[in-house]
């Protein structure tokens, strides 16, 4: 028996950091025999392709940073130039006339089985290798788990009720008797920690290749696999949070465990801004756990560069011709980010108001994750922002924010912003931060209400305080451009209502438009509460929201595609919602 192994080009797309080589030596190869196959020449360009999907496999329209999803979120708008403007988004954003025929529902399911798929394909391999001539078997394979966990985790998080394909040998008649209620959602959640926790066994402290995952990778990954573990939802019935599990919770604080960081490396950036840069020296800095590695200038024609963004570039004349500007940030959110006169957040009354530079105190993060009129655009002034079609494709229907996380100074066109059939850029993209997982921990701890919420408000007053000193590229903005800027930490003593809301709310200045808010709103259970208050605020001054509604126990999650129903042979159950 032969088997064709299909590597080369897609080993190009690899998640490799622009420091390291560990593709560039790979050719592409033909038809092989077993015994072959079996060699570490061939196991190694196997597993490449399993990493390279997660470059090679998503596209301007499937961003497996989620950012398409989270126009559901009161975070951001969708944007384009109106509605009908990729309007299965916009279906999203408004929770409303969502089909399971729609291809955006059905085209994420399809690349994210893609890649389990080869991921399951390395396994098989390497499963089949002898450890003493491949001494790196076990650790491969500890890689393999943690991408596979990665693969079910977004399926999780988008659709809930999901096949798992945890088997590598499964035949094609096994695969077709597969069920996506074949286990509970708590016991899914498990099947995702089982391969993490195999991982974290295994994986090294730290990786000469950049984009192979660590063992504070894997910790982090289970830091955050315990916390949706946590709030359990397991009445099929229904999508609310019928419990929360301590004992999860505690494993929470276990892989959240500073010293596993501290050993590999890892910790805070001293400035917010360098996590949002693409310079090759801010790369895969301290706070970065594990990233996506994307590279230019590596012999292809365009390198590999992450176009899932390209989508999200503004439309300046002459500049970024062609940018549609779509993932927008809300007023919502620009508004979260207004403080008292004290420094701290308006927890309670934030939107009673729209922020106003001139009259608003804000946390410095506003303007590092937010780009607005009347300021420079990236950082740069020559691109001062304003209420022009430049800056709002729609006109102002989607408003004139711009999203500053995701993209690049528009003087680094040709270097960092690479113009193809759309924008891309080198720029990494964090999947991991330590900001995140510090966040996590306090809500596990304030959660739990075991004596440890003033250690919880200390790792919230950790990201405060470095939020304060991140102005290196807005040390100007208060003299030069009226911002007033007011930020300090919390202090004194505070009961478990006050904590959570405390935590969830600098989670959100934190993690601002890197596409968790939605997420967490459906895992704490708050989705039907928050949006729908959200849209009537929003239909006050946005014709986009005059339709919206979230349906409690519908809108949470995505439908099980239509295609997958109808081949599933009736081993596919719909979600609940009358879909």
């Given amino acids: ?8 080009a897609l080993a190009l797309s690899l998640l490799t950091a622009s420091c390291s080589d560990f593709l560039d030596k790979q050719t592409p190869q033909g038809v092989l025999t077993d015994e072959q196959v079996k060699s570490s020449q061939y196991v190694d360009n196997l597993v490449i392709s399993a990493y390279a999907v997660w470059i ?17 979120s009161d975070d951001a708008y969708k944007g384009g130039n109106g509605t009908s403007d990729g309007d299965v988004f916009h279906q999203l954003e408004i929770s409303q006339g969502i089909l399971t025929t729609n291809w955006n529902i059905s085209d994420m399911w399809q690349r994210l089985y893609n890649g389990i798929s080869r991921v399951n394909t390395a396994i098989a391999l390497l499963d089949q290798t002898d450890e003493a001539t491949y001494p790196l078997k076990n650790e491969r394979i500890a890689e393999m788990k943690f991408l596979r966990a990665y693969g079910h985790f977004l399926l999780k998080r988008l659709y809930k009720n999901i096949p798992f394909i945890m088997d590598e040998h499964l035949t094609t008649a096994q695969y077709n008797e597969l069920s996506n ?33 660590t063992k504070a990778a894997a910790a982090a990954f289970l830091t ?15 999508n609310e949070v019928t419990s929360i599990n301590k004992d999860d919770l505690a494993k929470v604080v276990e892989y959240s465990d500073p010293a596993i960081y501290t050993a590999g490396g890892y910790g805070l950036e001293s400035d917010f801004h360098n996590n949002f840069r693409p310079e090759e020296q801010y790369e895969n800095g301290k706070e970065s756990i594990w990233a996506m590695q994307y590279s230019k200038n590596d012999g292809t024609k365009y390198g590999n560069l992450n176009w899932s963004y390209g989508l999200i570039v503004p439309n300046i004349p002459g500049v970024t011709d062609g940018g549609c500007d779509f993932y927008k940030p809300s007023q919502n959110l620009v508004n979260a980010y207004r403080t008292s006169a004290d420094g701290l957040p308006l927890l309670d009354t934030y939107n009673q108001k729209d922020y106003d530079k001139a009259t608003d105190y804000a946390d410095p993060r506003l303007f590092l994750t937010v780009g607005m009129p009347g300021l420079p655009y990236e950082f740069n002034p ?3 922002m304003d209420n022009s079609a430049a800056w709002s494709r729609s006109n102002g229907l989607y408003g004139h924010y711009v999203t500053l996380k995701q993209n690049v ?65 807005i040390a100007n903005y208060q003299h030069d451009y009226g911002v007033k800027m007011n930020i300090t930490t919390y202090k004194g003593n ?9 935590v969830k709310m600098e989670r959100r200045l934190e993690m601002g438009m890197e596409c968790e808010r939605f997420f967490d709103l459906v895992r704490w259970g708050e989705a039907d509460k928050v949006l729908n208050k959200y849209y009537a605020e929003e239909a006050n ?6 339709a919206a509604h979230f349906t409690k126990n519908k809108n949470e999650y995505l439908p099980i595609p239509y295609a997958q129903i109808a081949a599933s042979n009736g081993h596919y159950t719909q979600n609940i919602g009358e879909w």
Avoid at 1 to 8: D, E, L, Q, V
Avoid at 56 to 72: G, L, T
Avoid at 224 to 238: G, S
């Fill in 181 to 213: 209620r074949q286990y509970s959602n708590d016991e899914g959640w498990q099947l995702i920690i089982d391969d993490l926790e195999e991982a974290y066994k295994t994986l090294p402290v730290t990786q000469a290749d950049k984009g192979r995952p």
């Fill in 1 to 8: 028996m032969k088997k064709s192994i299909y590597i080369g």
């Fill in 541 to 546: 001054d946005c014709s986009i929201y005059t």
């Fill in 224 to 238: 955050k696999a315990y916390l949706y573990k946590a709030y359990h939802q397991d009445d099929p019935n229904t």
């Fill in 382 to 384: 020559k691109y001062i």
């Fill in 409 to 473: 100074d528009p003087d680094l066109v040709g270097s960092y912003l690479i113009k193809g059939s759309w924008w891309g850029t080198s720029e990494n993209r964090i999947v991991f931060r330590y900001a995140d997982v510090l966040l996590e921990r306090a809500e596990a701890l304030v959660q739990l209400n075991d004596g440890r919420i003033p250690e919880a408000i200390s790792l919230v007053n950790q990201l405060r305080q470095r939020a304060k000193q991140s102005t290196s590229v």
């Fill in 494 to 502: 505070y009961d478990q209502t006050q904590a959570l809301k405390i």
């Fill in 56 to 72: 090679s496999a998503e596209d301007i329209n499937s961003s497996f940073s989620m950012w398409n999803y989270d126009v559901r």
